[in-house]
């Protein structure tokens, strides 16, 4: 167990829809990072917040946006769904604030996205 | 050209055997290397990573990182059916950006 949770684990969603994922990292982590991985693309990194801030962006659509809490749980919005959407999505966390730091970010168990 | 290839596999060996996983990459501004495991409905766990050039070893576990060609290896001595999963090489300049970059995977069969 990587100590960072995700949920809900599987979303079922018609095209066109909002919904939200949950993350909750570590103890102790500051940083949270949000992935998409399917398939054809791999995994892509959408974004990362630091103690509440916007740390670095990657390849998030603008139907998507994110979040973090005081609490430092994160969220991430996904809306104006599309079958092209429906993918893995992860969320790892770390202490640090410069970015990804190899040693110490841990992946959650990820929440699979299927929209029909 | 994508910043990292990678074999999607998949990789089917007997149990016992080497394996040798590669990714090859395009940006020679990569400093770390790193492979990631991820079991099927799991994240990604750091397996190992290496900086720069050279060969790291841990257990059964061998990475190998050639810059002159671009090329990266990890490879798996006496593989056991719990090897089973998908292996990730990812890559960093770990520069104040800290873009990280991911291949695909490649998926890893050990049969019994």
């Known amino acids: 167990d990587s100590g960072v949770t995700q949920t809900p684990k599987h979303l079922i969603t018609a095209t066109g829809q909002r919904v939200t994922l949950r993350c909750s990292p570590r103890?102790?982590?500051?940083?949270v990072y949000w992935y998409q991985q399917s398939l054809d693309q791999g995994l892509q990194f959408l974004i990362q917040?630091?103690?509440?801030?916007?740390?670095a962006k990657g390849n998030i659509l603008e139907r998507f946006s994110a979040q973090q809490f005081p609490d430092l749980h994160s969220e991430l919005n996904l809306s104006s769904l599309e079958l092209g959407d429906s993918a893995l999505y992860f969320c790892?966390?770390?202490?640090?604030?410069?970015?990804?730091?190899?040693?110490?970010?841990?992946f959650g168990q990820g929440t699979r996205l299927t929209v029909v | 050209q994508k910043e990292v290839e990678q074999d999607p596999g998949p990789l089917s060996v007997p149990e016992g055997a080497i394996v040798s996983l590669n990714c090859t990459y395009s940006?020679?501004?990569?400093?770390?290397f790193m492979w990631y495991r991820q079991y099927s409905r799991k994240g990604p766990e750091l397996l190992m990573y290496?900086?720069?050039?050279g060969n790291k070893e841990d257990g059964r576990f061998t990475a190998q990182v050639d810059k002159s060609s671009k090329y990266i290896s990890l490879f798996i001595r006496d593989s056991q059916p719990s090897d089973s999963a998908t292996y990730l090489c990812?890559?960093?300049?770990?520069?104040?950006?800290?873009?990280?970059?991911f291949g695909k995977g490649t998926r890893l069969h050990i049969l019994p």
């Open positions: 290496t900086y720069s050039s």
């Open positions: 940006n020679s501004a990569f400093q770390y």
């Open positions: 790892a966390s770390s202490v640090g604030s410069r970015g990804w730091s190899v040693t110490e970010a841990f």
């Open positions: 990812a890559m960093s300049p770990m520069n104040r950006d800290d873009k990280i970059i």
């Open positions: 103890s102790g982590d500051l940083s």
């Open positions: 917040y630091y103690n509440g801030e916007e740390r």
